[in-house]
C-alpha cells in the first residue's frame, strides 16, 4: 500500500513585496534621490529615505545629476523649515556661541565687520560673487552686516562651512543662513538672538552643498 501524500493549501493571502532601490546622491550620501513623478526627466532631492517622498519637505528637485546651480529648484517649504529650526537652536552651537564671545571680547574689535570669528583657512581664489570680488578670499559680505566687538555688542552670522572665509571674514552672502543678535557681554538678545533669515543661502553654489 502506498501512503497518500496530502498538499495543503494555506488560507492565508500571500504577501507580495516590492522594493525600491534607494539611491543617494554621489558625493553626499545623507541625500536621498528620488524620480520626480510630477515632472519627466526630474529627481527629488531629500533628507529623508521616505518612499514615496512627500515633495513638501524635499530640498529641491533638479533635472541633472549630479544637480549644478542651474538645474536645481529649491524648495521654499524646505528652506522655510531650515531657518525656523535655527531660530529654534542656532544660539546653542557651540561655534555660534564661540562667535558671540569672540565679538564681545577686546580681540573682537579686530575682526572684521559683523565681528564673525573664524578660524585661519587657506586662501582660495574665487571669481566675482555676491556682494564683492574675488580672489582674496575676504568673502563678498567683508563690508555688510553689523559689526560691534571690543564690548559694543553686534551681529554675528551663521554659516555654512562649505567654503570657510579667512581669518576675521565673513563669509559670502550665499552660504549665510541668517543672523543672531549679542549684547556688549557676548549674550545673545532676548536669549535666542533673534534670528533674522539672511535672504541670500543658497543650498547649492560652485563651492558645492
Same mark, same amino acid.
Not at 64 to 89: C, G, M, R, Y
Not at 177 to 197: I, R
Given at each position: 500500500m502506498f501512503a497518500r501524500n496530502t498538499l495543503r493549501v494555506s488560507s492565508r493571502p500571500i504577501r507580495i513585496v516590492r522594493r525600491r532601490f534607494i539611491t543617494t546622491l554621489e558625493g553626499n550620501p545623507h541625500i536621498y534621490v528620488f524620480p520626480d513623478e510630477r515632472s519627466i526627466n526630474?529627481?527629488?532631492?531629500?533628507?529623508?529615505?521616505?518612499?514615496?517622498?512627500?515633495?513638501?519637505?524635499?530640498?529641491?528637485?533638479?533635472?541633472?545629476?549630479?544637480?549644478?546651480?542651474?538645474?536645481?529648484?529649491?524648495?521654499?517649504? !524646505?528652506?522655510?523649515?531650515?531657518?525656523?529650526? !535655527?531660530?529654534?537652536?542656532?544660539?546653542?552651537d557651540p561655534y555660534v556661541i564661540s562667535q558671540a564671545q569672540a565679538l564681545a571680547s577686546n580681540a573682537g574689535s579686530n575682526l572684521g565687520s559683523g565681528g564673525v570669528f573664524f578660524p585661519q583657512q587657506r586662501k582660495r581664489r574665487r571669481g566675482t560673487g555676491y556682494g564683492g570680488g574675488g580672489g582674496d578670499g575676504a568673502g563678498g559680505a567683508n563690508s555688510q552686516g553689523g559689526a560691534g566687538g571690543g564690548g559694543r555688542g553686534g551681529h554675528i552670522h551663521v554659516s555654512d562651512q562649505r567654503n570657510p572665509p579667512d581669518y576675521g571674514r565673513i563669509a559670502w552672502?550665499?552660504?549665510? !543662513?541668517?543672523?543672531?543678535?549679542?549684547?556688549?557681554?557676548?549674550? !545673545?538678545?532676548?536669549?535666542?538672538?533673534?534670528?533674522?533669515?539672511?535672504?541670500?543661502?543658497?543650498?547649492?553654489?560652485?563651492e558645492g552643498w
Open positions: 526630474s529627481y527629488l532631492l531629500t533628507l529623508l529615505p521616505t518612499s514615496p517622498p512627500n515633495p513638501d519637505l524635499a530640498i529641491g528637485s533638479t533635472t541633472k545629476l549630479p544637480p549644478t546651480t542651474d538645474s536645481l529648484a529649491e524648495n521654499p517649504k !524646505f528652506l522655510s523649515i531650515l531657518h525656523s529650526v !535655527f531660530a529654534q537652536h542656532a544660539y546653542q552672502p550665499e552660504d549665510i !543662513f541668517g543672523s543672531l543678535e549679542v549684547d556688549a557681554d557676548g549674550n !545673545f538678545v532676548d536669549g535666542t538672538g533673534n534670528y533674522q533669515d539672511s535672504g541670500t543661502y543658497r543650498i547649492i553654489t560652485n
